[in-house]
C-alpha cells in the first residue's frame, strides 16, 4: 500500500516539475528537505500524531516552510498532510528523487569489495558501467564487505553482478554436495 501511495504522489510531483520546466530546481529542493526532515525527526512525530487536528499541522507546515520552499513544493506538502498521507513523505521524495535520476539518464550503482578501491580502479569500473547500461551519468557508492573474500558485488537498481569469491566458492560447495561417490 506504501508503495502506491509513494507512486501516486511521487508520479504527482514528478509530472508537475516537468510541466513546469522545474525539474532541477524542485530536486534540489526535495534533497535539501529530506535532509532537513532526517534531522528534525520531532517534526515527523509532530505531523503524525493522531491527537493533532489537520488544520494545525497544516499551519505548523505553513509556519515552518512558507517562503523558505518553492511554491510547488509548498503546495505539494500541503495535500500530503491535508490527504493524511505524512507518515509516508520518505517514501513520495525517494520515489521523486528516482524519477528524476531515470529522467536525467544518472544510473545508481552500489559496489562492494573485499577491500578499499584505488581512485583509478573506480572509474575504471564506472566507465565500464556507462559503456555497458544505458546511463549517461553514474552515482557511485562503494561498500567494503570483508566476507567476499576477494572480486566485488555490483548493484544497480534490481540488477545484481556476483564476482565475490565467496559465492563462488559457495556454489562449488553445492556443486561438490551434489556429487554422489
Request: hydrophobic share 40%; glycine share 4%; net charge negative.
Given at each position: 500500500?506504501?508503495?502506491?501511495?509513494?507512486?501516486?504522489?511521487?508520479?504527482?510531483?514528478?509530472?508537475?516539475?516537468?510541466?513546469?520546466?522545474?525539474?532541477?530546481?524542485?530536486?534540489?529542493?526535495?534533497?535539501?528537505?529530506?535532509?532537513?526532515?532526517?534531522?528534525?525527526?520531532?517534526?515527523?512525530?509532530?505531523?503524525?500524531?493522531?491527537?493533532?487536528?489537520?488544520?494545525?499541522?497544516?499551519?505548523?507546515?505553513?509556519?515552518?516552510?512558507?517562503?523558505?520552499?518553492?511554491?510547488?513544493?509548498m503546495g505539494f506538502l500541503?495535500?500530503?498532510?491535508?490527504?493524511?498521507?505524512?507518515?509516508?513523505?520518505?517514501?513520495?521524495?525517494?520515489?521523486?528523487?528516482t524519477e528524476v535520476k531515470?529522467?536525467?539518464?544518472?544510473?545508481?550503482?552500489?559496489?562492494?569489495?573485499?577491500?578499499?578501491?584505488?581512485?583509478?580502479?573506480?572509474?575504471?569500473?564506472?566507465?565500464?558501467?556507462?559503456?555497458?547500461?544505458?546511463?549517461?551519468?553514474?552515482?557511485?557508492?562503494y561498500q567494503i564487505d570483508?566476507?567476499?573474500?576477494?572480486?566485488?558485488?555490483?548493484?544497480?537498481?534490481?540488477?545484481?553482478?556476483?564476482?565475490?569469491?565467496?559465492?563462488?566458492?559457495?556454489?562449488?560447495?553445492?556443486?561438490?554436495?551434489?556429487?554422489?561417490?
Open positions: 500500500m506504501a508503495k502506491l501511495i509513494s507512486k501516486t504522489y511521487g508520479d504527482a510531483l514528478f509530472e508537475l516539475a516537468v510541466e513546469e520546466s522545474k525539474v532541477d530546481v524542485l530536486l534540489d529542493e526535495i534533497q535539501q528537505l529530506q535532509e532537513i526532515l532526517k534531522e528534525n525527526a520531532d517534526f515527523g512525530k509532530l505531523m503524525a500524531h493522531p491527537k493533532i487536528i489537520k488544520e494545525e499541522k497544516l499551519q505548523v507546515a505553513e509556519n515552518v516552510f512558507k517562503g523558505r520552499v518553492s511554491d510547488e513544493l500541503l495535500i500530503v498532510i491535508s490527504k493524511d498521507r505524512y507518515q509516508e513523505i520518505d517514501e513520495i521524495l525517494e520515489y521523486f528523487v531515470k529522467y536525467k539518464g544518472i544510473g545508481v550503482a552500489t559496489v562492494t569489495t573485499a577491500v578499499p578501491l584505488k581512485e583509478e580502479q573506480c572509474k575504471k569500473i564506472e566507465q565500464k558501467l556507462l559503456d555497458t547500461t544505458e546511463y549517461k551519468t553514474m552515482e557511485m557508492h570483508a566476507a567476499l573474500i576477494g572480486g566485488m558485488v555490483i548493484r544497480i537498481g534490481d540488477r545484481v553482478v556476483d564476482s565475490s569469491i565467496s559465492t563462488k566458492l559457495n556454489e562449488l560447495q553445492k556443486e561438490l554436495l551434489k556429487v554422489q561417490i
